[in-house]
């Protein structure tokens, strides 16, 4: 797909319409123009069809005629008229009539009665040109003093000029608007472009600000003008929040790596030094058991530690559907679960406690869940005193299920709650195989919580005990009896 810039389709945008609007304008302009020319171009076919009315004189003759006076006749060159009387005889015409009144059943007149007197406009051409035609009925008086009043003769009028002229003067008009128009369209692009690449600036700092972020230089400062900027704020909070999470996961892949090699270096030093002092002279059958149950041990711990990492990266690396509900028995589960670390809680001589509402359901999936509850529930058996009572109590408080799990153990210190969820953190530094823990137990719990849209608390207090703190929404299944 081509690349294309943001700045020249804005530009184009706005020129294509003020093109557009242009020619409409255009358009608009050149009816109104022509109407306006038309309607002065028609005032002036009536005056000059009312100076030849007023150029019809008395033929002073027997029959009480009328005739027109060529000395009152001041006409351009190329306009054309014919005057005729009452019975159709031609008191005069122009050089150039071409025989217009024969037109008159033909031709589509467009009547306006003005006083008493008819006038009409029609269009013909000649010779290649179009003119515009008036026709107006008038009435002269001859011998008005002689027999009372006068004899009143009726006269057809027929002028017409060129509308070459209105045609230059409507499209000299429109012309100009349109020129007006492309200067106005041209000016808009050149300072639409200037003030563009103006706007711009910030979001092309911005830009720069984080191109120069990288694995090894996470320092990103935004430029002030864009993070003064109301629409660039949100963008440079949400490159820096990115940021800051990418720093962190990092800096957390880094970590689990390093504390990763760390663990599994550590078995295979072991394994590796018990196979050497076990080659190193000759021994006894006794003293070969014990050095290869050394490295079994070591190997198994190795492969327990490849699996919750393996376990991690696979909850992690799915994302729950949120369209699907599950509908699983937390009750159901968590028994389950507390079944199969019965063995580890009568060694420990330690005792699990369910209570509160057996009535739940989330929407979890159930293999899911038992991971969760299984994690949580080691770590209070391994980290309770003996004949003391690991409790799990069901609540429900709202649209949430609430899943408690409280022991009496040693605790957590207030210090190291911040860091619990690391992966391959643990209180004990000394690491010692009592617990058995790698470290990886909370964070595939937290990893979970968050892929199913849950929340987990730990509270702690050193040599009293820690509760942690489950909750989920509820589905909408029906509850299973009690």
Request: hydrophobic letters at 40%; one cysteine or more.
């Amino acid at each position: 797909m081509r690349p294309y810039s943001i700045t020249r389709r804005l530009i184009a945008t706005v020129l294509l319409i003020e093109l557009v609007s242009a020619i409409c304008f255009a358009g608009v302009a050149l009816v109104y123009e022509r109407h306006a020319h038309f309607r002065a171009f028609d005032v002036l076919l009536r005056g000059r069809a009312d100076s030849m009315l007023g150029a019809v004189q008395d033929a002073e003759d027997t029959n009480d005629n009328v005739m027109l006076d060529g000395t009152e006749i001041r006409t351009p060159p190329d306009d054309l008229y014919e005057v005729i009387d009452a019975s159709g005889r031609v008191l005069g015409r122009s050089a150039n009539w071409a025989g217009i009144a024969s037109f008159d059943g033909k031709i589509s007149w467009e009547s306006d009665r003005r006083g008493p007197r008819d006038e009409a406009f029609f269009q013909t051409n000649v010779d290649d040109r179009i003119y515009r035609v008036i026709r107006i009925e008038g009435t002269r008086i001859v011998d008005p003093g002689d027999k009372g009043g006068g004899i009143p003769r009726s006269v057809t009028i027929y002028y017409g000029s060129s509308v070459r002229r209105v045609w230059n003067a409507v499209l000299r008009a429109v012309g100009f608007y349109s020129i007006s128009s492309l200067v106005v369209l041209a000016t808009t692009g050149i300072l639409m472009s200037w003030l563009l690449n103006r706007g711009l600036a910030p979001v092309r700092d911005l830009a720069s600000a984080a191109s120069r972020v990288s694995v090894s230089s996470w320092t990103f400062r935004a430029p002030d003008e864009a993070r003064l900027t109301k629409e660039l704020a949100p963008l440079v909070a949400a490159l820096e929040g990115l940021l800051f999470g990418l720093r962190q996961s990092f800096e957390q892949e880094k970590r689990f790596l390093s504390d990763a090699a760390h663990e599994l270096k550590t078995s295979v030093a072991v394994v590796k030094s018990s196979i050497q002092l076990l080659g190193m002279k000759q021994r006894s059958l006794a003293d070969y058991q014990a050095g290869i149950e050394r490295c079994l041990t070591d190997c198994e711990r190795m492969e327990g530690i490849v699996a919750q990492m393996l376990t991690l990266a696979r909850v992690e690396g799915n994302e729950a559907s949120s369209t699907v509900d599950r509908h699983t028995d937390i009750l159901m589960c968590v028994q389950e679960v507390a079944a199969e670390l019965s063995t580890l809680a009568e060694a420990s001589q330690v005792s699990i406690a369910i209570q509160g509402d057996r009535t739940l359901m989330v929407n979890v999936e159930p293999d899911q869940f038992k991971l969760l509850c299984s994690n949580l529930l080691m770590n209070a058996v391994q980290h309770s005193p003996a004949h003391s009572t690991v409790t799990v109590e069901f609540m429900r408080t709202g649209d949430l299920a609430e899943v408690e799990i409280r022991d009496s153990g040693e605790g957590i210190a207030a210090e190291d709650l911040p860091h619990i969820f690391e992966r391959f953190w643990r209180s004990d530094p000394s690491r010692n195989r009592r617990t058995g823990g790698t470290g990886l137990g909370l964070a595939i719990c937290k990893a979970i919580v968050d892929r199913f849209g849950g929340k987990i608390e730990i509270k702690s207090e050193m040599n009293v005990g820690t509760t942690v703190l489950l909750r989920f929404p509820i589905s909408d299944a029906v509850p299973r009896s009690a």
